[in-house]
């Protein structure tokens, strides 16, 4: 067998249709399913039982899957270490960036990364943190960037930074006229919260938790951007709570609205994240003294209280 057609057998374990399988590996259905049958008959089993819809893996080819995905990842990681020895940085590096990371961080390093590491061919997506983790654990990202603690075995965390939350509270609200606020002054009723899938909504809501104030019937207006979050409150129909860096970019009428938690403020940690077994650290390390250099300075709260995204259920 090859490596060939072990990619052509992950490739229809994860798409679970051949037709769609061959077309991620930019080859015939035809010439997929013949190397496939090729490897079976060799091996003198059934990898995949073809009856049923969609196309599901038998008990052995569980086990040969989970194996060709050791093979193959080791076989793309032999240019790596050739690369790591020579201590060249560049090739190919998949990058996924949480949404509500991507609009602030990725414009403040990735100017500075391109004009330093010009070998680099930095391939970035935008995900949320599920999709992050599936993509690392099946090796379709190198690295990311997403909220931590996720406590995922195979997944290496490096912090980069620690980022407060800050609220931004309409005139109207009786916390307006406080200098710093206290996760008690919020009214939950009026918790303003971006659409389910982010990471962020979740360590809010945990935020929420610890205050013991928290009923998930009063989250009743969501949204996918925290632009749109900003308008509702800016027309009194809520509270909502925004990560520090994404307040540096507001005018300076709307940050008059934002009010800081007293210490210790809660924050999120934010990471870059990689599977244990990845090569490719020069970029990795390239990449995390990139943006410590571009972050230092940029957030100076010393005292934080970390709100994990995991932990709300």
């Known amino acids: 067998m090859t490596i060939t057609q072990l990619q052509y057998v992950l490739a229809v374990a994860e798409y679970k ?3 769609l399988a061959a077309e991620k590996c930019f080859v015939t259905q035809p ?9 079976e008959e060799e091996l003198g089993i059934q990898i995949f039982d073809r009856t049923k819809k969609p196309i599901q893996l038998t008990e052995i080819g569980q086990k040969i899957v989970n194996q060709a ?4 990842n080791e076989a793309n990681r032999i240019q790596d270490i050739v690369e790591q020895q020579k201590g060249f940085i560049g090739g190919e590096f998949r990058l996924g960036i949480i949404p509500t990371v991507t609009p602030t961080l990725l414009p403040m390093f990735l100017n500075n990364f391109i004009k330093k590491y010009p070998k680099v061919k930095l391939i970035i997506e935008e995900l949320n943190t599920e999709d992050i983790i599936f993509k690392l654990n099946n090796g379709h990202l190198d690295a990311a960037i997403a909220a931590t603690p996720l406590n995922e075995d195979k997944i290496k965390e490096v912090v980069l930074y620690y980022e407060p939350f800050v609220a931004y509270i309409h005139e109207n609200n009786t916390a307006f006229n406080k200098k710093e606020i206290e996760i008690s002054d919020l009214n939950m009723d009026e918790i303003l919260l971006l659409q389910d899938g982010h990471c962020f909504r979740d360590s809010v809501m945990n935020l929420c938790k610890n205050g013991n104030n928290m009923d998930h019937n009063h989250f009743q207006l969501e949204s996918g951007s925290f632009e749109t979050l900003i308008k509702l409150a800016n027309e009194g129909l809520g509270t909502t709570l925004l990560p520090y860096l994404h307040t540096l970019e507001l005018n300076d009428k709307d940050k008059q ?56 259920k």
């Open 69 to 72: 995905k050791n093979i193959v």
């Open 31 to 39: 010439t997929l399913s013949m190397q496939i049958q090729k490897i």
């Open 257 to 312: 609205k934002l009010r800081h938690f007293v210490e210790p403020k809660p924050a999120r940690e934010v990471s870059l994240i990689y599977p244990k077994n990845e090569l490719k650290i020069h970029i990795i390390d390239a990449l995390r003294t990139t943006i410590a250099g571009v972050i230092k300075g940029a957030i100076v709260f010393n005292n934080v209280q970390i709100i994990s995204p995991k932990s709300v």
């Open 17 to 19: 249709n051949f037709t």
